[in-house]
């Protein structure tokens, strides 16, 4: 069974420029997430969407917007790129809501370089 | 003060030798606790879930949970070099549906 799979794998953008991430959970998972991981740190979180809705959100300021579409992928959209977006971002998969006994399970992430 | 405290390391072992992870919390309503293994630029892997105080078992894997004391550990038997990864303790809380990270420990297990 294919896990989480996320796109661009790596990817350079220039200052003040925008970029959509894509992610496609498992196969009968419903919630997807998004977190940010800067080097030596854990992960951040920015979203969670489930069954298309957002249903949290970070402390990420608006330039980060996400949605879900009706097959459950989703996309992370970054506008206005500073220096300090770039870093690793993970999309995760569960079954159903994040805890609630749902185990999450992550992507390989996109490595966002912004000069 | 962060919500969740782990000690970036990095930790360095012998092969075979028993490792001890651990991370604190500050959030009683804390609910679901979890491991995750990060080998060099990949995603995190799922290693272990808990949700109640004591131990569970997973082959070489521990996870302790101590909600009396907010303290979470993983132990790992008969380290390998293939265990030299990061690791990351990773809570849930069901405000917000979000995990909450440490900053992860790199450790490194030599032959």
């Known amino acids: 069974d294919a896990g989480v799979t996320q796109s661009p794998t790596h990817l350079i953008k220039t200052r003040g420029q925008q970029v959509t991430l894509r992610c496609s959970p498992i196969?009968?998972?419903?919630?997807v997430s998004w977190y940010q991981q800067v080097l030596g740190q854990g992960p951040q979180f920015i979203f969670q969407?489930?069954?298309?809705?957002?249903?949290g959100r970070g402390n990420f300021p608006d330039r980060f917007s996400a949605r879900q579409f009706p097959n459950y992928s989703s996309e992370l959209n970054v506008n206005a790129l500073l220096l300090g977006d770039s870093a690793l971002y993970l999309c995760?998969?569960?079954?159903?809501?994040?805890?609630?006994?749902?185990?999450?399970?992550f992507g390989e992430g996109s490595w966002l370089t912004v000069v | 003060q962060k919500e969740v405290e782990q000690d970036p390391g990095p930790l360095s072992v012998p092969e075979g030798a028993i490792v001890s992870l651990n991370c604190t919390y500050s959030?009683?309503?804390?609910?679901?606790f979890m491991w995750y293994r990060q080998y060099s630029r990949k995603g995190p892997e799922l290693l272990m879930y808990t949700y109640s105080s004591g131990n569970k078992e997973d082959g070489r894997f521990t996870a302790q949970v101590d909600k009396s004391s907010k303290y979470i550990s993983l132990f790992i038997r008969d380290s390998q070099p293939s265990d030299s990864a990061t690791y990351l303790c990773?809570?849930?809380?069901?405000?917000?549906?979000?995990?909450?990270f440490g900053t992860g420990t790199q450790l490194k297990v030599e032959l």
């Open positions: 990773a809570i849930f809380t069901g405000g917000g549906n979000k995990l909450t």
């Open positions: 959030n009683s309503a804390f609910q679901y």
């Open positions: 995760a998969s569960s079954p159903n809501l994040v805890g609630h006994g749902n185990t999450i399970y």
């Open positions: 196969s009968g998972h419903k919630s």
């Open positions: 969407y489930y069954e298309k809705e957002e249903r």
